[in-house]
């Protein structure tokens, strides 16, 4: 479906293709990898006597609750239902060209056949270009998505940066559904909602 490629990560992100299950989960442990290693040097080279305050938030949280993120998935949306139905109505013409080629090739011309055969090749192109075109990788929805998200994420990442200063975070990790980073994460340091609540009364939501 063409729905697949709505993101809801800080990150973005992409259709998930049958067959990268194990790139998949090689994409899992890197960046968990990534954050062990982090920590584990963060705690040798820290004071003995000092405390390292270590926030998380849960980005796919923030932005389904984020009424101008909200509004720009609903954008997105609307794109991918449009563009769903020409691709159907396109469909729908291709095989109506081949049912007609079917029933009536044993009375054309060699001539009318190759014409047909053209006919109907040239339509399955056409549909295989404009999907690529609109939902393919760099396609349309991912230009749309990079405009509509980008002023997004720049506002919680300064929301993030501000609560993780004035509460003394030195990290803060994203532990979000699709590519959690932290392994366990102790609710107290959860900073997503008062996250959202800075971005809440910064007054642009």
Request: net charge positive; hydrophobic share 35%.
């Amino acid at each position: 479906m063409l729905a697949e490629k709505s993101s809801r990560t800080l990150s973005g992100g992409g259709l998930n293709q049958k067959g990268n299950s194990a790139k998949r989960g090689l994409a899992t442990l890197i960046p968990t990898a990534i954050v062990i290693t982090t920590l584990g040097f963060m705690f040798a080279e820290s004071p003995a006597n000092s405390t390292v305050k270590i926030g998380y938030v849960d980005s796919s949280t923030i932005l389904s609750l984020l009424p101008s993120a909200q509004a720009a998935q609903a954008k997105l949306d609307t794109l991918v239902h449009d563009w769903s139905d020409t691709i159907n109505q396109m469909s729908k013409e291709y095989q109506t060209k081949v049912d007609d080629y079917t029933k009536q090739s044993g009375m054309m011309t060699r001539q009318a056949k190759l014409a047909a055969q053209n006919s109907i090749a040239d339509l399955q192109q056409e549909i295989t270009n404009y999907r690529q075109a609109k939902v393919g990788t760099g396609g349309e929805l991912d230009t749309i998505r990079h405009q509509l998200l980008k002023p997004i994420r720049a506002r919680i990442y300064a929301a993030i940066s501000e609560i993780a200063k004035r509460e003394g975070m030195r990290f803060v990790f994203d532990k979000n559904k699709q590519l959690p980073v932290v392994l366990y994460a102790d609710p107290y340091y959860d900073i997503t909602y008062k996250v959202l609540g800075l971005l809440r009364r910064s007054g642009t939501d």
